[in-house]
């Protein structure tokens, strides 16, 4: 299975920071944020790894090249404008959804989340379009994104989790997104669900969102003080 980082955001909440350094690239723990993925998807296993980008793109080629230094093999999907979510993915499901003729699932994280979670065995039902990593609720988002019921993903009806930028998805979710518009992943998510095609995980570890300059500021001096 191969894996996409997502990293073309602007990062607008990040300012002024993100203005001369792509979000990927801002340094937490001693090490640029995407680096952290990599690693750790270069551990559970994953050799090939797409990564999108849009502003100040030529900066993260230039950082990563072609991923050899952590034995993986990475492959950009440039946007001259940002796609979001579902749009970038789509732009870049030619490097991404096969396996020869076979269209294949494949791991998709955020760039701009940290987390020590494991990648290690994370996969797709057989008929299934989703399958997402929630966790907890951050106080910055304390309504939620979804439920989980049985190991179905739900709109809602018991407790609600986050959506951490984890998810593996099948190709066919996004068959109906024209390759290089923009488009939302969430719309997608709730027709999987209504079609009983997601599933979802609940994860209790280490995961943060890097959202503002405070909480890099706080993950940074975490990392370097307990390692």
């Known amino acids: 299975m191969r894996a996409m980082i997502l990293a073309a955001g602007r990062g607008e909440r990040m300012r002024p920071l993100t203005d001369h350094v792509p ?7 001693g090490k640029p ?23 100040l793109g030529a900066q993260i080629e230039a950082m990563l090249g072609n991923g ?8 950009y999907s440039p946007e001259k404008v940002a796609l979001e979510t579902a749009g970038g993915i789509a732009n870049a499901l030619d490097l991404l959804g096969r396996d020869g003729n076979e269209r294949q ?28 990593v929630l966790v907890d609720n951050p106080p910055q988002h304390q309504q ?5 019921e049985a190991g179905a993903l739900k709109h809602a009806g018991g407790k609600m989790f986050t959506f951490s930028g984890i998810g593996v998805y099948h190709p066919d979710l996004f068959a109906e997104i ?5 488009a ?6 709730r027709q999987a ?25 706080q993950l940074d001096e975490s990392l370097l003080k307990h390692g």
């Not at 559970?44 to 502003?55: L, Q, R, S, Y």
């Not at 699932?105 to 997402?132: C, E, M, R, W």
Request: charged residues 20%; glycine residues 8%; proline residues 6%.
């Open 33 to 55: 944020l995407i680096v952290w993925h990599i690693e750790r998807l270069a551990d559970a296993g994953f050799k090939e790894i797409v990564i999108n980008h849009a502003h």
């Open 144 to 148: 939620g994104d979804f439920a989980i």
């Open 23 to 29: 979000k990927p690239l801002l340094i937490v723990g």
């Open 184 to 189: 939302k992943l969430a719309p997608l998510l």
């Open 193 to 217: 669900i209504d079609h009983d095609r997601a599933t979802a995980q609940h994860y209790q570890g280490v995961w943060h969102d890097i959202g503002t300059p405070e909480r890099l500021k």
């Open 105 to 132: 699932p494949f791991l998709v994280v955020n760039g701009d989340i940290y987390t020590d979670f494991d990648f290690t065995g994370i996969a797709l039902q057989p008929s299934k379009h989703a399958h997402l």
């Open 68 to 75: 050899a230094q952590w034995g993986v093999s990475i492959q």
């Open 178 to 182: 024209v390759k290089g518009q923009p």
